[in-house]
């Protein structure tokens, strides 16, 4: 960072031993404000039996694990619902997104600036009257409570991010390069496949994980169009932590958790700057 | 120059037809739903347009309606707060090890579904949850006066638990690109850390602000898990009432009524956006 390489005027600095504790007292209740639920989480996934008063369990196990893992249990049912579904959404997102992203960011499209804004709407229009009515036609179409409906509504609200993304990925590719290939003879789509979509490729893998994990962690539309028959990981937490059993939601939460701190810690390697600073240009 | 792309697919015609399948999935199941819930929330019994679905709204829902709006503004400004402040820091902080320390820290809660952030708040904020044991423990509070936050208070901090890393992210990046010689010039003329955060850091990466707390704001609004599993007792979210309005009434005009006046609470925010957007046009 550059600014570290700046002089502090010293008439203006703490002592440094106060400052110094001051910088740890802030860092810990940071800490705390954010790992104290987790590890609260933690807690409750391997207590046995937890109550009134006790700080902490009073026995620790694995029983609800057991419970959770059984082999016909619901758990697992849901989990597999739960990626199936999400599976199918980044198909059906990239197989949309893809051309739609080379197009936004490669050829000349009429009303682009009305395109642009009609992909950003999902994103920034509150979601609940579209669920609502969704689940209305899809009731009277039969579509609601399978799974072919609720990956419909993700993959509605996921390509939007996915054509962004993608079309972010297309337009930092060096068109020079596409130029050099044809120059030597490459046919369009041969160039596209060979030159275009690989250099794209961290970009599109970028979109694909934004998507599965969007659907995967789902919510409001899953409630409104997935009832009665589809019920997902998150509908099972939530349905679990209602009912007041916080341990079954608990691994529950930690199996949705997995996943989404794993994309936290690498989403930099995917998601380049040179992608990021070309997103809605 | 005729570039490879016009070569590889000549005229509009055909990036028209790569971007019509996105566009009809976003207009079958997007668009269409929006603009069916304008028609069902004006529409009478007998068809013809009707407000006695808003006036109903307002009758039952009032409060709740206040009560979203206070959350969600009350969230989107502490969510301000907290970014600025970490953002802040990231960029103008001296101390190397407590920069890096932050950067890893913050972000932990970026991609958390509201969903779990709404069970964890719920175990973790109630009376017997593990904040009230640590704050009882570390003698700040009395045993008695220990209280279950698990009310607006708790709606608030779970959205600004869950929001305020996406903020930051993006206030991060966008000062993280300033030119540093700015900052430079006003710490060698003497400038407090606080004032260069404020009066030169800030009013460069305001639109980036506005964007990240315009789409929390939205996002916030129409979060149905969290307000469900923290408070789902009147006074609740407006989410929650659609949600009842629906299982238990099958009362579609009420819930898209309520829907409708969630969107212009959105629009106020946009708004808000676009007039500081074009106030910074002319500005420029």
Redo the contacts between chains.
């Keep these: 960072?550059?600014?570290?390489a700046?002089?502090?005027?010293a008439s203006?600095a703490l002592p440094a031993p106060l400052a110094t504790v001051l910088?740890a007292i802030v860092?810990a209740l940071?800490?705390?404000?954010?790992?104290?639920?987790?590890?609260?989480?933690l807690?409750?996934a391997f207590a046995e039996r937890w109550y009134?008063?006790n700080?902490l369990p009073i026995e620790f196990g694995l029983t609800y694990w057991y419970r959770v893992f059984q082999p016909r249990g619901n758990a697992l049912a849901s989990l597999g619902t739960s990626v199936w579904i999400a599976l199918l959404t980044v198909a059906f997102s990239l197989?949309?997104?893809i051309?739609?992203g080379?197009?936004?960011a490669?050829?000349?499209?009429?009303w682009r600036g009305a395109?642009l804004l009609?992909?950003l709407?999902?994103?920034?229009?509150?979601?609940?009257?579209?669920?609502?009515?969704?689940?209305?036609?899809f009731y009277q179409i039969g579509l609601n409570g399978t799974i072919l409906g609720v990956v419909?509504?993700h993959?509605?609200?996921g390509?939007?991010l996915a054509?962004w993304i993608a079309s972010a990925a297309f337009a930092s590719v060096d068109?020079s390069l596409?130029?050099a290939?044809?120059n030597l003879g490459a046919s369009?789509w041969t160039?596209?496949r060979t030159v275009t979509l690989p250099l794209a490729t961290p970009g599109l893998i970028a979109s694909a994980i934004f998507v599965f994990?969007e659907s995967l962690?789902?919510?409001?539309g899953t409630?409104?169009v997935g009832v009665p028959d589809v019920t997902t990981l998150?509908l099972l937490?939530?349905n679990a932590?209602?009912g007041g059993n916080?341990q079954i939601?608990?691994i529950t939460?930690l199996l949705?958790?997995i996943p989404?701190?794993g994309?936290?810690l690498v989403?930099e390697r995917f998601l380049k700057a040179d992608v990021?600073a070309m997103v809605g240009r | 120059m005729v570039t490879v792309s016009q070569s590889v697919l000549r005229g509009r015609g055909a990036a028209l037809a790569l971007i019509a399948p996105a566009l009809a999935v976003v207009g079958l199941f997007f668009v269409a739903p929006l603009a069916m819930s304008v028609v069902v929330a004006f529409r009478g019994k007998e068809g013809g347009f009707t407000l006695e679905h808003f006036a109903k709204s307002f009758d039952f829902y009032g409060t709740d309606l206040l009560f979203t709006l206070a959350i969600v503004v009350v969230s989107t400004l502490l969510i301000g707060v907290v970014a600025i402040a970490i953002a802040g820091y990231l960029t103008l902080g001296e101390h190397p090890r407590t920069v890096a320390v932050l950067r890893w820290l913050y972000r932990w809660p970026l991609f958390i579904p509201f969903v779990v952030a709404g069970q964890l708040m719920r175990t973790f904020l109630a009376k017997n949850g593990m904040l009230n044991h640590v704050l009882i423990g570390s003698g700040l509070i009395e045993p008695s006066s220990a209280q279950s936050l698990l009310d607006w208070r708790g709606i608030v901090i779970a959205f600004v638990w869950k929001q305020a890393p996406f903020v930051t992210l993006l206030l991060a990046g966008a000062m993280a690109a300033l030119e540093p010689q700015h900052i430079e010039a006003a710490r060698n003329l003497g400038a407090r850390r606080l004032s260069v955060l404020i009066d030169i850091v800030l009013p460069q990466v305001r639109g980036t602000l506005l964007v990240g707390l315009v789409l929390s704001f939205v996002t916030m609004l129409s979060v149905l898990s969290v307000p469900l599993m923290i408070n789902p007792n009147s006074p609740t979210m407006v989410t929650v009432d659609v949600a009842y309005r629906i299982s238990t009434h099958a009362d579609y005009p009420v819930a898209n009524a309520l829907c409708i006046l969630s969107l212009l609470l959105a629009a106020i925010g946009a708004v808000f956006y676009l007039r500081h957007a074009s106030a910074r046009v002319e500005g420029a």
């Design positions: 960072m550059a600014t570290r700046l002089a502090l005027p203006f910088r860092l940071l800490a705390f404000a954010i790992f104290g639920p987790l590890l609260n989480l807690l409750w009134f008063p700080k197989a949309v997104a051309p739609a080379y197009a936004l490669r050829l000349k499209l009429p395109i009609t992909f709407l999902p994103q920034a229009v509150p979601n609940l009257p579209v669920y609502v009515n969704i689940a209305q036609v419909l509504v993959a509605s609200h390509l939007v054509v068109v596409e130029e290939s044809r369009p160039c596209f994990l962690d789902e919510f409001t409630y409104f998150p937490m939530f932590t209602m916080y939601s608990s939460a949705l958790l989404s701190i994309f936290m989403v990021l």
